[in-house]
């Protein structure tokens, strides 16, 4: 391949393609910004009405502070897969996914411009949580360089995750599946509601294989400084995973897997 007119990189082509990823989410945002705001509002009165009250403290602190941060991480999540699944997939569906493809741009470009918008849909939601947390809760933030890693870690590898989901995918049901059966689960038995260690031993070794857990934790120890394992094991284990998620969305939009007619 010889050098392309524009350069090594194409930031054009590539910036382009993260802004059309940002305007789509950001001309709907009542769906994909203030409605998992509400999600996460609710879950956060009803367990501290249910359950708050005589939960009594976890890791130190009372239950509701422990929530938060796994609400917010779990809402990151769901966000960020959901951007980058439903722009694949409803290009794929309506066939315009070409407009994608035929432009001058390298399978790393591609995936970098979709991450994009899948980072900046998850973080728009955390910092909004963020705030409720602040304002409402009267929460700190123990570690902000801890929190703002693991929130664009679990953007990059959820993001990374709904790219692999929409390529292999090739129906709307099948994307819906591959939702509810492996990213849902994922989520909500990842320490989410409750610190694993009132888990018994072979669920926790389980849990442990989780990339989500991981991020919840760290995102945990960010907010109030405490979790169930260190942020630097977490650290590695996230980058590990993501790297050979991105790395797998890299090699399929290379060869055009299930994306060309």
């Not at 050098?3 to 950001?26: D, H, K, P, Q, S």
């Not at 315009?96 to 980072?119: F, K, Q, R």
């Not at 409402?136 to 933030?141: A, D, E, H, I, K």
Request: proline share 5%; aromatic share 12%.
């Amino acid at each position: 391949m010889g050098t392309r007119r524009f350069g090594a990189v194409n930031w054009l082509g590539m910036y382009t393609l993260a802004e059309r990823e940002v305007r789509r989410f950001m001309a709907v945002w009542q769906q994909t910004l203030g409605a998992p705001l509400i999600t996460a509002g609710l879950f956060l009165a009803i367990f501290s009405l249910a359950i708050g009250p005589h939960r009594g403290d976890v890791m130190g602190v009372p239950y509701v502070q422990f929530l938060a941060p796994g609400l917010l991480m779990m809402t990151l999540i769901q966000n960020s897969f959901a951007n980058t699944s439903s722009s694949i997939m409803v290009a794929k569906v309506q066939g315009n996914i070409v407009d994608t493809l035929m432009p001058p741009l390298s399978p790393l470009e591609m995936l970098l411009g979709y991450l994009a918008g899948g980072i900046g849909r998850g973080m728009f939601v955390a910092v909004a949580i963020m705030l409720v947390m602040i304002l409402f809760l009267g929460m700190g933030v123990a570690h902000p360089v801890w929190v703002l890693v693991f929130v664009v870690l679990g953007g990059a590898l959820m993001g990374a995750l709904g790219i692999v989901g929409a390529i292999f995918a090739n129906k709307f049901d099948q994307m819906a599946a591959i939702t509810n059966f492996i990213i849902t689960p994922l989520t909500f038995l990842s320490g989410t509601f409750y610190s694993i260690e009132v888990l018994p031993k072979s669920v926790q070794i389980m849990t442990h294989a989780n990339p989500v857990f991981y991020l919840i934790d760290g995102a945990r120890y960010g907010v109030i400084g405490t979790s169930d394992t260190s942020p630097w094991v977490g650290l590695v284990v996230v980058l590990a995973y993501t790297m050979g998620v991105c790395g797998l969305c890299w090699y399929w939009f290379k060869k055009g897997f299930r994306m060309k007619a």
